[in-house]
């Protein structure tokens, strides 16, 4: 990189997911295991904690944005759990399904569930290669 380039990446900001009703949205994460780390229902924003990161999932209140059942091509966000199959029984106690049972990938065990707006999310775990993780 060049010394005039001032654009390096340099680390996530918040990831905006677009929801047809913040407080459902809302409901729905905290089942599915986030905390909120503020909302603002006048802006039609919230946002979720990952882990001890600043950055978060920004939910952000989109007018007329309708239902989108599952399957769909989507971009898909990831998060790192310590278990992603005890993921996928917590999330089924919680009432929210997943998409598919837990897959095996390259670096242990991943489960995706789609919110009612169709933005997918995913808990994936080091547990093949914990040196990779952030709890090795």
């Known amino acids: 990189m060049s010394d005039d380039q001032c654009y390096e ?7 905006l997911l677009p929801v047809g009703d913040l407080g459902e949205a809302v409901g729905f994460y905290e089942r599915a295991g986030f905390a909120v780390g503020f909302r603002f229902d006048e802006a039609g924003i ?13 939910l ?7 239902r ?9 966000i990831w998060v790192e ?7 996928a029984r917590e999330l ?11 897959s095996p990938v390259a670096t242990g065990w991943t489960v995706e569930i789609a919110d009612p707006w169709g ?3 995913g808990f994936t775990d080091y547990s093949k290669r914990p040196e990779l993780g952030r709890r090795p």
């Open 60 to 66: 952000r209140q989109e007018e007329g944005l309708g």
């Open 9 to 15: 990446p340099l680390g996530f900001d918040n990831v």
């Open 46 to 58: 919230a946002q979720l904690k990952v882990g001890g990161e600043t950055p978060g999932i920004l």
């Open 119 to 121: 933005n997918v999310l």
């Open 81 to 87: 759990v310590p278990d992603a199959r005890a993921a």
């Open 92 to 102: 089924a106690e919680a009432g929210i399904a997943v998409l598919d049972e837990p």
């Open 68 to 76: 989108r059942p599952p399957p769909w091509p989507s971009p898909r």
